[in-house]
């Protein structure tokens, strides 16, 4: 290559860049927001489907509600299954081109997918899976979690357990990431003693031998997560066993997409969660009205992390250039945006620091849903926070 | 772990055992007799729930939900085997494995199409609900009696139909020529259909029964499907009689090993690390038996070599 050639290659350059630069500027400008490309990839088939069902639906609303035709999202499935959603993130990632990753449901899959994604740049923005392997040591500067950090609502329910009244609790999980953090943030702040601690098969639907157990145990109280179909088939055995113990648990066996399944086997039952669909502020009462008004159904919590989630992508792009990782990144860490649960903030580990409430599961006329009854525990932030060396 | 627990345990055992024999029944007569392996067995037993749930959402009857969950799973399966299954028979395994694989597939998108992505409601009837006292003072739930008694007389049903009819004659018959059987004048086209209407039928109501505890959702019939292979190799394909006792072995394995293990473990362990190790081995439990069962019978326990 002779020297002439090179310098007209700068020339070249120079002027693309100028031209690039010149295109960017009032992008961010306009006052709608910058550009964003965005892969959701969440669970829409297979076990576990409503719940990615409700995310995607929750994001996609709050997407046109943030009025900012930048953003522009790319929906896959994953179907539940860790190498089906490592090979659609790369997909995203090397052949889309995407800038920010979202939408996962399972955390086994969230730990499959998002360190790959960081390590190559992307932010990822967690919907839902909050496992405590990335929210302490394993934390990273483009890894944010709008939802909440796996033990939260476990431990709102320790808490909730406690003013119960339980003394002796019968506990179990299913055995994965997320099941394991479920018992570790319930021992946390239950304050009586663990009768029978059990983990049950991921995905299993047949919960008769563990009935079988409750039944001959001395426990006082059940605690209990089992997400999807696995809540449903035990909450149905379970009202059916004849076993008349006090049930406790995270919101996620009795959110809006379980409880048309299961009927009077949940009423009453005290469940914990970030939110609750009768929440007394603006922005959460706006968002389940425009929700029932383009999907025809109540939002479930799955829905609203979506929606907010939505609602934080939005918020940075209108402050900051996502190609200028470092200002979109700031931006996405002031979360200056009106969340449906009131305030949000995070902690320095990229995790909200926020209330959990109780919620009652009720009938409401034909159809069954939640009501917000107080808060577990106010300004709750996860105890790995400060296991993370991120600092801001 | 005291003498009611165990009983009570053996008793569900039992009855995981009875819905897995309502399944591998019908996998093993088409295995049998059609020497076809159906894959899309699992997408009839949804289809079955799926249809029950529907009826008794409409009529109120769970009665009649059971008896459209047979006929719809009877339906789709004579129209498939009308349809698709009729051109794999003289097929390669894989060829049939991959057909039916698509078939699944299909499947799974048209109800999801149909229903929706979110599970269904389908609930035990009131007559069925709740507990009854058992000799020895074991209270056990009405309803998985219920599906034990129905299982069993399942099974004998199908053994006298097999056993003491011409239909079954020409059943056994066509297990064991195929050939010479459509020589000797029978229509084996329509034995065929009816063979596989038949097993639909059956994964239909398993899945009618099941879904009613359980949560009836579009995926519901594949874990089903792998346990329904490994019973039917452990009890001989092709044998009745050798389905219900693989699947009796597994239920009451698999049970008993779920609970069984932690507490071993728990006597020398840690409660956390017992649930871990136990429950993990636990889940590698029936797969050890068939391997075990393999390497004693390698036709399984009442297959013909």
């Known amino acids: 290559m002779n020297s002439t050639y090179v310098k007209e290659s700068l020339k070249a350059f120079g002027a693309a860049s100028a031209v690039a630069l010149g295109m960017a500027l009032p992008a961010v400008a306009d006052g709608h927001g910058g550009k964003v490309k965005i892969g959701l990839i969440t669970t829409l088939t297979g076990g576990g489907a409503g719940l990615g069902v409700d995310i995607r639906d929750g994001f996609l609303l709050g997407v046109k509600q943030s009025e900012n035709d930048g953003l522009e999202v790319i929906v896959e499935d994953d179907q539940r299954k860790p190498d089906i959603a490592v090979q659609l993130a790369d997909k995203m990632i090397q052949s889309e081109k995407v800038d920010v990753m979202t939408g996962l449901v399972f955390s086994n899959l969230a730990l499959a997918v998002a360190p790959a994604t960081t390590a190559q740049g992307k932010f990822y923005i967690s919907p839902n899976a909050g496992p405590a392997q ?3 040591r394993g934390c990273h500067e483009n890894y944010f979690n709008v939802a909440w950090q796996n033990d939260g609502p476990h431990e709102a329910a320790g808490a909730t357990a406690n003013k119960m009244g339980m003394k002796k609790a019968f506990i179990f999980a299913p055995n994965y990431p997320a099941g394991k953090d479920a018992l570790t943030g319930f021992k946390r702040m239950f304050e009586g003693e663990i009768e029978t601690e059990l983990f049950t098969k991921l995905g299993q639907t047949d919960y008769a031998a563990e009935i079988a157990q409750m039944r001959a145990s001395d426990a006082d109280g059940i605690f209990f997560f089992a997400p999807g179909g696995m809540g449903i088939s035990f909450l149905k055995q379970y009202a059916d066993s004849g076993i008349d113990l006090p049930l406790v648990g995270p919101a996620f066996s009795f959110d809006q997409t379980i409880l048309p399944a299961v009927g009077d086997a949940a009423e009453g039952v005290l469940n914990t969660a970030q939110w609750a669909p009768d929440l007394d502020n ?9 929700f029932k008004a383009e999907y025809g159904r109540i939002p479930s919590i799955y829905a609203q992390q979506g929606f907010d989630t939505a609602l934080l992508i939005a918020s940075a792009a209108a402050k900051a250039d996502v190609k200028d990782t470092d200002a979109f990144r700031t931006a996405l860490r002031e979360a200056d945006f009106v969340s449906t649960r009131g305030k949000f903030r995070f902690g320095n580990n990229q995790h909200p620091i926020q209330d959990f409430w109780v919620r009652k599961v009720v009938k409401e006329g034909d159809i069954f ?13 996860d105890v790995y926070a400060s296991e993370c060396a991120l600092k801001w | 772990m005291n003498m009611l627990l165990l009983i009570e345990q053996i008793l569900n055992g039992l009855q995981f055992g009875v819905m ?33 749930a529907a009826v008794a959402g409409w009529s109120g009857s769970f009665l009649l939900a059971l008896i459209a969950s047979m006929a719809a799973a009877a339906m789709v399966g004579a129209l498939i085997e009308l349809t698709v299954i009729r051109r794999l028979y003289d097929r390669d395994h894989l ?3 991959l057909a039916t694989f698509a078939l699944i597939l299909i499947f799974s998108e048209g109800t999801r199409w149909i229903f929706g ?9 009131e007559y069925l609900k709740g507990t009854v006292i058992l000799p020895g003072g074991i209270e056990y739930s009405l309803y998985r009696l219920t599906i034990i008694g129905i299982g069993l007389a399942v099974a004998v049903g199908l053994f006298l139909l097999i056993s003491k009819t011409r239909v079954g004659m020409r059943i056994r018959a066509g297990e064991n020529d195929r050939e010479m059987i459509g020589a000797l004048g029978v229509d084996i086209s329509v034995l065929y259909t009816l063979v596989f209407a038949l097993g639909a039928a059956l994964a239909g109501l398993s899945g009618a ?8 959702e579009v995926g519901m019939g594949e874990p ?3 346990l329904a292979f490994v019973v039917i190799v452990i009890g001989g394909i092709g044998s009745i009689k050798g389905a219900l006792a693989g699947a009796l072995l597994v239920g009451l394995t698999d049970t008993l090993g779920r609970t069984m293990l932690p507490v071993v473990f728990g006597t020398f362990m840690d409660a956390s690390s017992a649930t871990t190790v136990g429950s993990a081995l636990a889940s590698m439990l029936i797969y050890i038996l068939m391997a075990g069962v393999l390497i004693f019978k390698p036709t399984g326990l009442f297959g013909s070599s």
């Open chain 2, 209 to 216: 029964l099941v879904g009613a505890i359980q949560s009836v």
């Open chain 1, 369 to 381: 849903t939640n009501t917000a009854v107080e808060v577990a525990i106010a300004d709750r932030q």
């Open chain 1, 282 to 290: 603006d922005a959460s009462r706006a968002f389940v009205e425009s």
């Open chain 1, 134 to 136: 990335l929210a302490g």
């Open chain 2, 224 to 226: 089903v499907l792998i």
């Open chain 2, 117 to 125: 992505s979110f599970p269904l409601f389908l609930n035990i009837p």
């Open chain 2, 95 to 97: 060829e049939q494995v």
């Open chain 2, 20 to 52: 897995l024999f309502l399944m591998a029944a019908g996998l093993t007569l088409i295995f049998g007799v059609m020497g076809l392996i159906n894959l899309a067995h699992g997408s009839l037993y949804m289809i079955g729930a799926f249809a029950a």
